[in-house]
């Protein structure tokens, strides 16, 4: 039975979900664009621009990490995390093999 999830409530489920790979997409993506940016800058030298990219991506990082670890606090506070993993694993659908 499937469930109607606004757009917004079945991203975030993902990136509950799927934590480190968000947190290495923003990186990515941080990095790509600071490196696009600096680019444009015409009186900065070849290696400042690769270390303004790197810095610029490592804060984004650190706030992704500090955003995750916000998620997964209020999901174990809420329960919500437990209980998925409760239907998932614990149920006698999970292991039909099992009397």
Do not use: C
């Not at 923003?26 to 690769?50: C, D, E």
């Not at 809420?78 to 998925?84: H, P, Y």
């Amino acid at each position: 039975m499937a469930e109607n999830k606004s757009k917004v409530e079945s991203m975030r489920e993902w990136v509950v979900d799927n934590k480190l790979r968000t947190v290495g997409s923003l990186w990515l993506g941080g990095l790509a664009s600071s490196f696009a940016y600096n680019w444009t800058q015409p009186n900065m030298k070849t290696s400042v621009k690769i270390i303004h990219a790197r810095l610029h991506a490592q804060a984004l990082t650190l706030a992704a990490l500090a955003g995750a670890a916000v998620v997964e606090y209020y999901d174990r506070r809420s329960g919500v995390k437990a209980d998925r993993y409760a239907k998932q694993y614990l149920t006698m659908e999970a292991f039909p093999q099992k009397d």
